[in-house]
């Protein structure tokens, strides 16, 4: 029984020997296996993974594997190449897509998915197009449209052919700038010699327009202040926002105005009182004038050589200024009137009719019954009817009696009260003071991704 006993233990060992050499030569063939695929490929101390030894394997059938280092290579990234393309006269997109071999279905698809954000057929002269390319295979689109708004157009992964478009914020911030000066000549050209941005003179004109009138009130040194929004991209200025508060001082009076949203959310500009600066009537309808003829109870009329009563002003201006309507209203005439030739009468309320004569157009849909809104251009000066040069007669009817329009005070459309006051008050506040500083910007807001020629009438 002892001896069978031996000779099955024996039997039991050598066949566990087998099993150990038989899965250390699988372990073995395997690494021979990775080893031919991995033959050709660079090591790279970043691509090194840790496998069994087979040496360690075979000598020991007790003794743990050790790990030795095999070479795994690195996937090959996909080379792209940006080109900037800026687009020329007569440029559309699939002539600058084709030029760059795009296959004409590509083209159709980028067009197509690109139009919900932004028509592509409407480039223009000066835009650019930055294209990442891989080899001659249109891979990403990226086009900047507006000051602070782009679109990305990208190949859709899941499919073959496809694109996908976006749009983005272009990152930047928006600061409060402050220009003050001295008037010598105009507003407009001393507030440029400032540094003012042209569009912010000319929206100035706009606010204070019920209250100054800038071809005859404005005198050598009154002064002016404006505090408006500057937006900046990449550290650079590229557009004028609203202006914020201004100031002006013309012959020792002083006008200020303060943008505030109510709690509906409508804006207005009010002065340090809260009573809105928009009045029902503007204090001229021209915006670029002199006045060749004040109103007179008796006037030595130019072509009739006879002396009457000039029922308004003359404002000298070239042929085809635009003229606005001083208020909102009904038209009551529009047509040819004797010696005021092309003639427009609007009826704005109850208390207030003006009329302007000596058109060279009236504007299409300016009509009897039609509506008006202030500032509405209705037509362009002229020199129709009994008129020595282009100008403009510009009349203002109160009650029924015809006064001197430069003497008309109309009342303001709004004036703020109880919260709404308070509330206007704390943004007064912050601005004034900001109006009480010297030319700067200010501080960060935000950040985010006259006419030569002498006429009458």
Known sequence: MRVNMAIVLRDGQRSKRRRRRIKAAGILAVLILVSVILFNFPDSPSNKIKVASADAAVSSGTSPILPVEVTIPKVPKRLLSTVNVSVKNNDTLYSILRDIKVPPSEILRIASESKEIYDLKRLRKGDTLTLALHEENIEKIDFRYADLEGMLIERDATSEDGFIASRYEIPHSVEETLVSGEIEDSLYSSAMRAGADPK??????????????????????????????TTYVDGMPISTGRILASE????????????????????????????????TLLKSPLRYRRISSYFAKKRLHPIHKKYRPHHGIDYAAPTGTPIETAGDGKVIFAGWKGGYGKYIKIRHNDKYTTAYGHLSQISKGIRKGARVKQGQVIGKVGATGDATGPHLHYEVVVRGNVVNPLSVKSKSRKTLSGEELARFSLVKNAVIAALGTDNATVMAMTEEPAAKNKAHN
Do not use: H, P, Q
Not at 218 to 226: A, E, L, M, N, S
Not at 254 to 278: C, Q
């Open 200 to 229: 912010s003179v000319m929206e100035l004109s706009d606010i204070f327009a019920w209250d100054v009138d800038f071809a005859t009130d404005i005198r050598k040194g009154d002064t002016f202040k404006i505090l408006y929004e």
């Open 248 to 279: 002006m001082v013309n012959k020792g009076k002083k006008y200020t105005s303060i943008y505030y949203e109510d709690s509906t959310g409508r804006g207005d500009y009010y002065d340090e009182d809260g009573k809105s600066l928009s009045r």
